[in-house]
Protein backbone atom coordinates (compact mmCIF):
# COMPACT_ATOMS: atom_id res chain seq x y z
CA UNK A 1 0.00 0.00 0.00
CA UNK A 2 1.34 3.54 -0.70
CA UNK A 3 0.30 7.22 -1.57
CA UNK A 4 0.45 8.49 -4.82
CA UNK A 5 -0.59 11.83 -5.78
CA UNK A 6 -1.85 12.49 -10.04
CA UNK A 7 -1.85 16.08 -11.43
CA UNK A 8 -4.86 15.87 -13.62
CA UNK A 9 -6.07 18.08 -16.56
CA UNK A 10 -9.78 17.54 -17.54
CA UNK A 11 -12.24 18.99 -19.84
CA UNK A 12 -15.17 20.27 -17.42
CA UNK A 13 -17.79 20.00 -19.70
CA UNK A 14 -17.86 16.33 -20.09
CA UNK A 15 -18.29 15.98 -16.30
CA UNK A 16 -20.87 17.06 -13.33
CA UNK A 17 -17.97 18.72 -11.27
CA UNK A 18 -15.22 17.11 -9.62
CA UNK A 19 -17.14 15.45 -6.49
CA UNK A 20 -18.76 12.24 -6.96
CA UNK A 21 -22.87 12.34 -6.98
CA UNK A 22 -25.16 9.89 -7.88
CA UNK A 23 -26.80 9.69 -10.53
CA UNK A 24 -23.98 11.72 -12.40
CA UNK A 25 -20.59 11.70 -13.86
CA UNK A 26 -18.40 13.55 -12.02
CA UNK A 27 -13.84 13.33 -12.15
CA UNK A 28 -13.62 11.83 -9.00
CA UNK A 29 -15.92 8.73 -9.87
CA UNK A 30 -14.27 8.12 -13.20
CA UNK A 31 -11.06 8.14 -11.62
CA UNK A 32 -11.79 6.32 -8.88
CA UNK A 33 -13.86 3.52 -11.63
CA UNK A 34 -10.31 3.44 -13.33
CA UNK A 35 -7.77 2.76 -10.54
CA UNK A 36 -10.44 -0.45 -9.44
CA UNK A 37 -10.15 -1.39 -12.90
CA UNK A 38 -6.09 -1.94 -12.62
CA UNK A 39 -6.30 -3.01 -8.64
CA UNK A 40 -9.18 -4.75 -8.48
CA UNK A 41 -10.46 -3.28 -5.28
CA UNK A 42 -11.94 0.11 -4.68
CA UNK A 43 -10.07 3.29 -3.62
CA UNK A 44 -10.89 6.49 -2.63
CA UNK A 45 -9.57 10.12 -4.49
CA UNK A 46 -9.17 12.97 -2.85
CA UNK A 47 -8.94 16.19 -4.74
CA UNK A 48 -7.17 19.77 -3.96
CA UNK A 49 -10.75 20.67 -3.94
CA UNK A 50 -13.73 21.03 -6.37
CA UNK A 51 -14.40 22.29 -9.39
CA UNK A 52 -18.12 22.87 -10.51
CA UNK A 53 -19.56 21.40 -13.53
CA UNK A 54 -18.59 23.03 -16.81
CA UNK A 55 -15.19 24.10 -14.96
CA UNK A 56 -11.75 22.82 -16.46
CA UNK A 57 -8.37 22.09 -14.82
CA UNK A 58 -5.22 21.95 -16.63
CA UNK A 59 -3.52 20.97 -13.14
CA UNK A 60 -5.63 19.40 -10.17
CA UNK A 61 -4.17 17.27 -8.04
CA UNK A 62 -5.36 14.45 -6.38
CA UNK A 63 -3.57 11.42 -3.80
CA UNK A 64 -5.34 8.09 -3.15
CA UNK A 65 -3.66 5.11 -1.10
CA UNK A 66 -3.36 1.88 -3.03
CA UNK A 67 -1.35 -1.47 -3.44
CA UNK A 68 -0.54 -1.94 -6.89
CA UNK A 69 3.13 -3.67 -8.02
CA UNK A 70 3.25 -1.13 -11.17
CA UNK A 71 6.03 1.31 -10.53
CA UNK A 72 4.96 5.15 -11.04
CA UNK A 73 5.08 5.70 -14.60
CA UNK A 74 4.07 2.19 -15.64
CA UNK A 75 1.01 3.31 -13.47
CA UNK A 76 0.27 6.82 -15.19
CA UNK A 77 0.33 4.72 -18.32
CA UNK A 78 -2.44 1.99 -17.40
CA UNK A 79 -4.54 4.43 -15.66
CA UNK A 80 -4.65 6.95 -18.76
CA UNK A 81 -5.06 3.61 -20.84
CA UNK A 82 -8.30 2.99 -18.47
CA UNK A 83 -9.73 7.05 -18.21
CA UNK A 84 -12.25 7.99 -21.09
CA UNK A 85 -12.12 11.15 -23.49
CA UNK A 86 -11.66 14.13 -21.63
CA UNK A 87 -9.31 13.50 -18.67
CA UNK A 88 -5.50 12.71 -18.81
CA UNK A 89 -3.13 12.12 -15.73
CA UNK A 90 -0.09 14.50 -16.63
CA UNK A 91 1.87 13.62 -13.61
CA UNK A 92 2.02 10.77 -10.98
CA UNK A 93 4.64 10.00 -8.35
CA UNK A 94 4.51 7.87 -4.67
CA UNK A 95 4.62 10.28 -2.42
CA UNK A 96 5.05 10.44 1.73
CA UNK A 97 2.26 8.53 3.27
CA UNK A 98 0.90 11.49 4.97
CA UNK A 99 0.84 14.16 2.46
CA UNK A 100 -3.13 15.49 1.57
CA UNK A 101 -4.00 16.72 -1.71
CA UNK A 102 -6.33 19.36 0.06
CA UNK A 103 -5.06 20.00 3.04
CA UNK A 104 -0.98 20.11 2.47
CA UNK A 105 -2.34 22.56 -0.18
CA UNK A 106 -0.46 26.12 0.29
CA UNK A 107 -2.44 28.12 -2.72
CA UNK A 108 -4.21 28.00 -6.03
CA UNK A 109 -4.23 29.34 -9.44
CA UNK A 110 -7.07 29.90 -11.61
CA UNK A 111 -7.61 31.58 -14.78
CA UNK A 112 -11.06 32.98 -16.21
CA UNK A 113 -10.18 32.90 -19.94
CA UNK A 114 -12.78 35.49 -21.81
CA UNK A 115 -13.31 35.70 -25.90
CA UNK A 116 -13.80 39.09 -27.10
CA UNK A 117 -15.16 40.65 -30.66
CA UNK A 118 -18.00 41.63 -32.86
CA UNK A 119 -19.01 37.74 -33.53
CA UNK A 120 -17.75 34.26 -31.75
CA UNK A 121 -15.15 32.23 -33.27
CA UNK A 122 -16.27 29.20 -34.99
CA UNK A 123 -14.78 26.75 -31.84
CA UNK A 124 -16.72 24.97 -28.57
CA UNK A 125 -18.18 27.61 -27.12
CA UNK A 126 -17.86 25.16 -23.71
CA UNK A 127 -13.65 26.72 -23.26
CA UNK A 128 -14.28 29.96 -23.02
CA UNK A 129 -16.70 33.08 -21.76
CA UNK A 130 -17.89 35.05 -25.22
CA UNK A 131 -18.12 39.08 -24.81
CA UNK A 132 -18.99 41.45 -27.10
CA UNK A 133 -19.28 44.64 -25.31
CA UNK A 134 -16.59 47.10 -25.69
CA UNK A 135 -14.39 46.61 -22.26
CA UNK A 136 -11.95 49.23 -20.45
CA UNK A 137 -9.24 47.59 -19.53
CA UNK A 138 -7.73 50.38 -17.38
CA UNK A 139 -10.28 50.24 -15.33
CA UNK A 140 -10.49 46.75 -14.53
CA UNK A 141 -7.11 46.93 -14.12
CA UNK A 142 -7.31 49.56 -11.96
CA UNK A 143 -10.66 47.47 -9.89
CA UNK A 144 -8.15 44.39 -9.58
CA UNK A 145 -6.34 45.67 -7.25
CA UNK A 146 -8.35 46.40 -4.72
CA UNK A 147 -9.09 43.06 -4.45
CA UNK A 148 -5.38 42.69 -3.47
CA UNK A 149 -4.68 41.20 -0.19
CA UNK A 150 -6.07 39.92 3.13
CA UNK A 151 -9.64 40.56 3.24
CA UNK A 152 -13.61 39.25 3.96
CA UNK A 153 -14.41 38.50 0.55
CA UNK A 154 -17.85 37.63 1.96
CA UNK A 155 -19.69 39.36 -0.85
CA UNK A 156 -17.82 37.52 -3.62
CA UNK A 157 -18.98 33.98 -2.29
CA UNK A 158 -22.18 32.00 -2.99
CA UNK A 159 -24.17 29.29 -0.74
CA UNK A 160 -22.41 26.28 -1.00
CA UNK A 161 -19.83 24.12 0.74
CA UNK A 162 -19.45 25.76 4.58
CA UNK A 163 -16.12 27.04 6.08
CA UNK A 164 -15.03 28.59 8.86
CA UNK A 165 -14.48 32.18 7.94
CA UNK A 166 -14.62 33.97 4.43
CA UNK A 167 -11.18 36.03 5.02
CA UNK A 168 -8.69 35.10 2.46
CA UNK A 169 -5.71 36.32 0.65
CA UNK A 170 -5.66 37.21 -2.93
CA UNK A 171 -1.65 37.61 -3.54
CA UNK A 172 -1.76 38.26 -6.93
CA UNK A 173 -5.03 39.22 -10.13
CA UNK A 174 -3.72 39.84 -13.43
CA UNK A 175 -5.87 40.81 -16.67
CA UNK A 176 -3.59 39.35 -19.78
CA UNK A 177 -5.12 41.09 -22.54
CA UNK A 178 -4.35 40.03 -26.27
CA UNK A 179 -6.07 40.40 -29.66
CA UNK A 180 -9.40 39.05 -29.46
CA UNK A 181 -9.23 37.77 -25.99
CA UNK A 182 -8.23 38.34 -22.04
CA UNK A 183 -7.50 35.89 -19.01
CA UNK A 184 -8.10 37.17 -15.56
CA UNK A 185 -5.26 35.35 -13.46
CA UNK A 186 -5.93 35.32 -9.87
CA UNK A 187 -3.53 33.44 -7.14
CA UNK A 188 -4.57 33.06 -3.59
CA UNK A 189 -4.30 31.69 -0.42
CA UNK A 190 -7.55 29.75 -0.91
CA UNK A 191 -10.97 30.52 -2.61
CA UNK A 192 -14.63 30.66 -1.77
CA UNK A 193 -17.22 28.80 -3.75
CA UNK A 194 -17.36 31.00 -6.62
CA UNK A 195 -15.37 33.51 -5.62
CA UNK A 196 -13.01 33.45 -8.88
CA UNK A 197 -16.26 33.61 -11.06
CA UNK A 198 -17.88 36.71 -9.23
CA UNK A 199 -14.35 38.31 -9.36
CA UNK A 200 -14.73 38.00 -13.00
CA UNK A 201 -18.12 38.71 -13.50
CA UNK A 202 -17.58 41.95 -11.33
CA UNK A 203 -14.29 42.60 -13.80
CA UNK A 204 -16.41 42.67 -16.53
CA UNK A 205 -18.90 45.03 -15.39
CA UNK A 206 -16.07 47.34 -14.62
CA UNK A 207 -14.79 46.85 -18.33
CA UNK A 208 -18.38 47.50 -19.77
CA UNK A 209 -18.68 50.70 -17.58
CA UNK A 210 -21.40 49.32 -15.61
CA UNK A 211 -19.41 49.71 -12.17
CA UNK A 212 -17.07 51.91 -11.19
CA UNK A 213 -13.14 50.68 -10.04
CA UNK A 214 -13.59 52.26 -6.70
CA UNK A 215 -16.95 50.16 -6.20
CA UNK A 216 -14.77 47.49 -5.14
CA UNK A 217 -14.15 48.78 -1.98
CA UNK A 218 -17.62 49.08 -1.10
CA UNK A 219 -18.75 45.73 -2.54
CA UNK A 220 -16.30 44.10 -0.12
CA UNK A 221 -17.00 46.39 3.11
CA UNK A 222 -20.71 45.66 2.90
CA UNK A 223 -20.27 41.86 3.19
CA UNK A 224 -23.20 41.27 1.15
CA UNK A 225 -23.37 38.86 -1.89
CA UNK A 226 -26.22 40.83 -3.41
CA UNK A 227 -23.45 43.76 -3.53
CA UNK A 228 -21.19 42.53 -6.11
CA UNK A 229 -22.13 41.48 -9.61
CA UNK A 230 -23.20 38.29 -11.39
CA UNK A 231 -21.20 34.93 -10.85
CA UNK A 232 -19.81 34.35 -14.77
CA UNK A 233 -20.48 31.58 -16.10
CA UNK A 234 -18.34 27.85 -15.63
CA UNK A 235 -17.12 27.78 -19.28
CA UNK A 236 -14.43 30.33 -18.95
CA UNK A 237 -12.31 28.84 -15.58
CA UNK A 238 -9.73 26.83 -15.35
CA UNK A 239 -8.03 25.11 -12.60
CA UNK A 240 -4.48 26.18 -14.02
CA UNK A 241 -2.30 24.85 -10.49
CA UNK A 242 -2.34 23.86 -7.13
CA UNK A 243 0.69 25.26 -5.02
CA UNK A 244 2.38 22.75 -2.29
CA UNK A 245 5.61 23.51 -0.17
CA UNK A 246 8.19 22.30 -1.09
CA UNK A 247 6.41 22.17 -5.13
CA UNK A 248 5.10 18.36 -5.66
CA UNK A 249 6.60 17.10 -9.51
CA UNK A 250 9.46 18.81 -9.67
CA UNK A 251 11.80 17.73 -12.42
CA UNK A 252 11.05 17.16 -16.01
CA UNK A 253 8.79 15.01 -17.13
CA UNK A 254 10.70 12.20 -18.54
CA UNK A 255 9.51 9.14 -20.98
CA UNK A 256 11.01 6.76 -22.20
CA UNK A 257 12.93 8.48 -25.05
CA UNK A 258 14.14 11.49 -23.40
CA UNK A 259 12.28 14.91 -22.44
CA UNK A 260 9.35 15.46 -24.62
CA UNK A 261 9.37 18.67 -26.74
CA UNK A 262 11.70 20.87 -28.89
CA UNK A 263 14.80 21.68 -27.53
CA UNK A 264 17.91 23.72 -28.41
Not at 3 to 21: C, E, K, P, T, V
Not at 130 to 150: H, I, N, S, T, Y
Not at 231 to 236: I, K, L, M, R, V
Request: glycine share 10%; charged share 25%; hydrophobic share 40%.
Amino acid sequence: MRNIRMLLAYDGSRFHGWQRQEGFDSVQETVEIALESLVSSHATVCGAGRTDAGVHALGQVAHVHIATALDDDRLRHALNAHLPEGIVVRRLETCADDFHAQFDACGKRYAYRIETGRFRLPFPPQYSHFVRDPLDLEAMRAAAREFLGEQDFASLATAGSPRKSTVRTIRSLKIVARRGALAIVVEGNGFLYNMVRTIAGTLLDVGRGRLDPSCVRAILDARDRREAAATAPPEGLYLVSVLYEPRAFRGVDRGPRGVPGVFG
